[in-house]
């Protein structure tokens, strides 16, 4: 199991490392570890957006040194539109040299957090790559829908995964916690459907719709599905993004975890 606390140190010193002066938010990291006084409800707004400032600058100030010092050329690697149309991730690349973009850049500050928790509960590291397609890292988006934070959970799921969502308290908000119930939401989704495809589609369009999908069409193979057009347009279109993108990002592929893990397939999923 991954250290809260350490985690958080280690992230506040990689973005001081990265050059970056912490005035707006100066403590805010260190500051998630348990507290008797919680923060009310627009304090906490504002300290997470000061966090949220303090990724954007530097992931800005990366992208514009990495331009710098590379030629320009413009590439596409992924299509770019997202379920919940919050996201700004440039699919054209600016740099040959680099390919990366603002999205990235906020990604790549993140990950020293991040991939520690996915890998505790089983989940490929590469699938930070729902985060690039969700809300382009945006620590603190908000969707049309109600989707809220770093991995966009939905208020339902949040709560069912042990986090406030009230009207004082937003925990989807808490880069740690929000991490910790998506990645057990991503576990929990695959050993369900027993196919990264279908765990994506889930996470997208629900656990139960992608259940209905597969009874409808008597097939637990997403392609199958998307052909027979038993999915919405989004999921269709959300789940080959996040796999570009999670293979953009250079680690094991999703194949190989599947090949390590033993799940059980299901072909519905029953709602309260």
Known sequence: MYNSKRLKIHLLLRIFGAGVVLYAAPLFVLSQTSSP???AHSDEYRTFSGFDDVVNTEADRMLAAATQTSSPAVGTIVSEATAGGVSDLQLSRTSSTSGWSAAESRLSLLRPAIDPILQSHGVPTNLAAVILVENSARTS????KGARGLWQLMPETARRYGLRVNENEDERLDLFKSTDAAARYLHDLYAQFGDWKLALAAYNAGESNVGAAMLRAHTHDFD?????RQLPLETINYVPRVLAMS????QSSLAESAERSNV????AASTP
């Open 247 to 250: 293979n953009f990002l250079g």
């Open 37 to 39: 006084v919680r923060p």
């Open 224 to 228: 199958q599905l998307t052909n027979l």
């Open 141 to 144: 988006a908000l969707s049309p």
């Open 264 to 267: 059980i397939r299901v072909f």
